[in-house]
Antibody, heavy 121, light 107 residues
Framework: EVQLVESGGGLVKPGGSLRLSCAAS????????MNWVRQAPGKGLEWISY???????KDADSVKGRFVISRDNDKNELFLQMNSLRAEDTATYYC???????????????WGQGTMVTVSS | DIQMTQSPSSLSASLGDRVTITCRAS??????LNWYQQKPGKAPELLIY???TLQTGAPSRFSGSGSGTEFTLTISSLQREDLATYYC?????????FGQGTRLDIK
């Protein structure tokens, strides 16, 4: 079964750091680009970070310079290092697989169950 | 950034109704438009990609259309299990953006 399982969420104080992990299984992880998408409580979806198969990255302006996406293709894991956390970073964070569905059109076809991050003093 | 605007933000419909949700992009995105369904308490799921192609396993009562800046998601006959929030998403730009969501309730 194709699966993504996030971990590492929790309560952290403003200015603190947290590292999220995502374990992939059931597919060849190294063959896919991956993303992090977050959702604040009661709000919509916000894409925040992308990493290609080979490790090139893109970030949304809202997290640029504070969050770092990375991957370990040998261990089938995706990571999100979150630094200088703010109250507005409070959200459920989803690990998401990206697939090519057209030329060139991409979509997010597999989502993890999410891990909750709360930034509060 | 490309802005995605959905309408309505919420709607209530009866079982068996035909439901249409609209998504507009702030610039042309060709057919680089995907739709996701998020049921209460669950992660989103891909419903339609490339504006009009139904994801494997998605019910055939769902359909998508459009290109350029205007897109629609249609449910031909609303079922109880369609209670969810629906999001459009553009992948034309390297900076991915979602619409704000349309919450669909059953009357």
């Amino acid at each position: 079964e194709v699966q993504l399982v996030e971990s590492g969420g929790g309560l952290v104080k403003p200015g603190g750091s947290l590292r999220l992990s995502c374990a992939a299984s059931g597919f060849t992880f190294s063959s896919y680009s991956m993303n992090w998408v977050r959702q604040a409580p009661g709000k919509g979806l916000e894409w925040i970070s992308y990493i290609s198969k080979s490790g090139s990255v893109k970030d949304a302006d809202s997290v640029k310079g504070r969050f770092v996406i990375s991957r370990d293709n040998d261990k089938n894991e995706l990571f999100l290092q979150m630094n200088s956390l703010r109250a507005e970073d409070t959200a459920t964070y989803y690990c998401v697989r990206e697939i090519l569905v057209g030329t060139p059109i991409w979509a997010f076809d597999i989502w993890g169950q999410g891990t909750m991050v709360t930034v509060s003093s | 950034d490309i802005q995605m605007t959905q309408s309505p933000s919420s709607l209530s419909a009866s079982l068996g109704d035909r439901v249409t949700i609209t998504c507009r992009a702030s610039q042309s995105i060709d057919t680089n438009l995907n739709w996701y369904q998020q049921k209460p308490g669950k992660a989103p799921e891909l419903l339609i990609y490339a504006a009009s192609t139904l994801q494997t396993g998605a019910p055939s009562r769902f359909s998508g259309s459009g290109s350029g800046t205007e897109f629609t998601l249609t449910i031909s006959s609303l079922q109880r299990e369609d209670l969810a929030t629906y999001y459009c998403q553009q992948s034309y730009s390297t900076l991915i953006t979602f619409g704000q969501g349309t919450r669909l309730d059953i009357k």
